[in-house]
Nanobody, 123 residues
């Protein structure tokens, strides 16, 4: 499956952005989907994930209550709604896919990655 992330940009602290990840080549209904991010000088970190059915999500503690992951299997697209953005959220955001349905999304197994989309939050 090929993944294309979009929707990044420059936003002021406290603002919102919605990222999209459009898939092609395979149906995302057969994939567990997630978002990761990498800030300058830091390692890539998990942000959020959603089960194949869309029922069941996981979030990093740093984004709980502010970010919402969702999916539209008919549109073959996954979204990340980001609210109450902070300067610490500045990063390149990547969408990813895997074919299993892990209890722990931090487990290795993310097979497909999209190119990143840059989110910059100004304070």
């Amino acid at each position: 499956v090929q993944l294309q992330a979009s929707g990044g940009g420059l936003v002021q602290a406290g603002g919102s952005l919605r990222l999209s990840c459009a898939a092609s080549g395979r149906k995302i209904s057969s994939h567990y989907m997630g978002w990761f991010r990498q800030a300058p000088g830091k390692e890539r970190e998990f942000v959020a994930a959603i089960k194949k059915s869309g029922v069941g999500t996981h979030y990093a503690d740093s984004v709980k209550g502010r970010f919402t992951i969702s999916r539209d299997n008919a549109q073959n697209t996954v979204y990340l709604q980001m609210n109450s953005l902070k300067s610490d959220d500045t990063a390149v955001y990547y969408c990813a896919a895997r074919t299993d349905d892990p209890i722990n999304p931090l487990r290795s197994g993310w097979r497909h990655w999209g190119q990143g989309t840059l989110v910059t939050v100004s304070s």
